[in-house]
């Protein structure tokens, strides 16, 4: 089950990755290069982070730190590295937030958290959001993820459900409510088999 966390976090980032450098494409004619440092830092961050070879992630993003302009994306793939790895990360989480929107970057970094089975990172991300904005899509589906990720199954339920809800108040969250529906039915279904084991 774990795996399959990834490759969809994976999948998501990727995802992100290449919208980016779409939208300077269209814009500019041909990718700016921070763009492109940017998807390729990340993208072979992302394939280390899945082989769990978090040094080799932790050496590319700081490379491309050094590289590229301030970038408040690859600071956050960044400082969820060094959290990964037990270095404190506060002053370039701040750096990264001064550089976008915090909700951006905060939904990065929990993101990224999953990517990086780091559910204790990803709670904080998700509780973040949710303190910020009231209907925070994103805050409750990263608590949700924290807790799936713990197997703590009621609860992830629980943030899961808080996720559809809040969906139900805004638009443009298609990919998520879909994702969503289709973990709530299956943790549904391994609760009544543990129940049934159980019992």
């Known amino acids: 089950m774990s795996n399959v966390r990834h490759k969809l976090a994976s999948l998501f980032v990727l995802g992100i990755s290449i919208l980016i450098g779409w939208i300077a494409y269209i814009n500019f004619g041909i990718p700016d290069p921070n763009t492109v440092l940017l998807t390729r830092a990340t993208n ?8 769990q070879d978090w040094e080799s992630a932790l050496n590319v993003l700081a490379e491309a730190n050094k ?6 994306e690859l600071l956050t793939w960044y ?12 002053a370039i989480v701040e750096q990264a937030t ?21 559910p204790r990172l990803a709670l904080k991300a998700g509780q973040t959001l949710i ?11 990263l608590v ?8 703590e199954l009621e609860t992830a ?12 108040q805004v638009s443009g969250h298609e990919g998520i409510y879909i994702t969503v529906r289709q973990r709530v039915a299956q943790i549904n279904i391994e609760l009544m088999e ?6």
């Open 79 to 90: 400082a969820v590295l060094l959290e990964k790895t037990g270095v404190t990360s506060d």
């Open 157 to 168: 339920l629980q943030y899961y459900e808080l996720t559809l809800d809040t969906i139900e």
């Open 67 to 72: 590289t590229a302009d301030p970038n408040w």
């Open 98 to 118: 001064l550089l976008t929107k915090p909700e951006d970057m905060w939904i990065t970094y929990g993101m990224v958290a999953i990517l990086a089975d780091e």
């Open 131 to 141: 303190d910020q904005n009231i209907v925070s899509v994103e805050g409750y589906f």
């Open 144 to 151: 949700a993820q924290a807790y799936d990720i713990q197997d």
């Open 194 to 199: 543990q129940e049934v084991i159980c019992c």
């Open 44 to 51: 072979s961050a992302r394939r280390a982070m899945i082989e």
